[in-house]
T-cell receptor, first 110, second 115 residues
Framework: QKEVEQNSGPLSVPEGAIASLNCTYSDRGSQSFFWYRQYSGKSPELIMSIYSNGDKEDGRFTAQLNKASQYVSLLIRDSQPSDSATYLCAGTANNRKLIWGLGTSLAVNP | DARVTQTPRHKVTEMGQEVTMRCQPILGHNTVFWYRQTMMQGLELLAYFRNRAPLDDSGMPKDRFSAEMPDATLATLKIQPSEPRDSAVYFC?????????????FGPGTRLLVL
């Protein structure tokens, strides 16, 4: 069973701090990884995608991929209360379907 | 502003009734996904279409669920008969298989409650 695992949280950080979200995956064949943000009652929306080892930065967000260790992380710098949401990690399976984690709930406290 | 649209947004029905959910993918996208989301199971893939052909429906209960794409602008998910355990949020997502990373764009979802 191919899996993507995340700590369900809640992860609580003060406003302005760095939030670190982690994800591990079991399928070594996975090529691409995605971080989606989901506000309560809303649909998932893409934040970052990454498919090469290393870091990828986009504004306050940095995605990190380590294929040897099979983990993906998302760093959110200068966290804002508006970042409070559930963050979903997903990786591609061989047939290009996405395998989803259950999500990590993040609360940014003013 | 290209978006995936879904109808209805909310549906309350009684056990045993048929439920039909509709999705209009983003124009030009050739892949469509149906997901079900619950607190316990998270996002579960029900069906996956590429160029209107069903590629994978292994996540779908075959006895009561069916998914079709009658044309490139419409995907449907039907439940017949519905059961209380089908209560969940159903999302449609679309993407482009020409995109290596094949980003999926989600619709607003249909919130289904089966009494």
């Amino acid at each position: 069973q191919k899996e993507v695992e995340q700590n369900s949280g809640p992860l609580s950080v003060p406003e302005g701090a760095i939030a670190s979200l982690n994800c591990t995956y079991s399928d070594r064949g996975s090529q691409s990884f995605f971080w989606y943000r989901q506000y309560s009652g809303k649909s998932p929306e893409l934040i970052m995608s990454i498919y090469s080892n290393g870091d990828k930065e986009d504004g306050r967000f940095t995605a990190q991929l380590n294929k040897a260790s099979q983990y993906v992380s998302l760093l959110i710098r200068d966290s804002q209360p508006s970042d409070s949401a559930t963050y979903l990690c997903a990786g591609t399976a061989n047939n290009r379907k996405l395998i989803w984690g259950l999500g990590t709930s993040l609360a940014v406290n003013p | 502003d290209a978006r995936v649209t879904q109808t209805p947004r909310h549906k309350v029905t009684e056990m045993g009734q048929e439920v039909t959910m509709r999705c209009q993918p983003i124009l030009g996208h050739n892949t469509v996904f149906w997901y079900r989301q619950t607190m316990m199971q998270g996002l579960e893939l029900l069906a996956y279409f590429r160029n209107r052909a069903p590629l994978d429906d292994s996540g779908m209960p075959k006895d009561r669920f069916s998914a079709e794409m009658p044309d490139a602008t419409l995907a449907t998910l039907k439940i017949q008969p519905s059961e209380p355990r089908d209560s969940a949020v159903y999302f449609c997502a679309s993407g482009s298989s020409g995109d290596y990373q094949e980003t999926q764009y989600f619709g607003p979802g249909t919130r289904l409650l089966v009494l």
